[in-house]
């Protein structure tokens, strides 16, 4: 099993910054993609953005150029600087871990991020 912890969420102006931060601890070993996802009520959830192990990155359309996934193997830890922030960014916004040998997702608990004048 892979435990997630994510930090970082809250409220913040439009035009504003925030860093989230998600550790994974457990059986977090060999290659494994973290990511970011995001979940606003009524929809389904959308991928923000994702790191391979060796560093390789993918980011949603309306995410580029404003936010830079990054991760530290070291300490099993992905992060997510997120800047020129707008409304339509709020959501909650959740860590994944996806083990492709075995076609595993995992999730953490999710953290809120509201951006609103």
């Known amino acids: 099993q892979v435990q997630l912890v994510e930090s970082g969420g809250g409220f913040v102006q439009p035009g504003g910054s925030l860093r989230l931060s998600c550790a994974a601890s457990?059986?977090?070993?060999?290659?494994?993609?973290m990511g970011w996802y995001r979940q606003v009520p009524g929809k389904q959830r959308e991928l923000v953005a994702a790191i391979t192990t060796g560093g390789t990155t993918n980011y949603a359309d309306s995410v580029k150029g404003r936010f830079t996934i990054s991760r530290d193997n070291a300490k099993n830890t992905v992060y997510l600087q997120m800047s020129s922030l707008k409304p339509e960014d709020t959501a909650v916004y959740y860590c994944?871990?996806?083990?492709?040998?075995?076609?595993?997702?995992?999730w953490g608990q999710g953290t809120q991020v509201t951006v609103s004048s």
């Open positions: 457990g059986s977090i070993f060999g290659m494994y993609v």
């Open positions: 994944n871990v996806f083990k492709s040998l075995i076609n595993q997702h995992y």
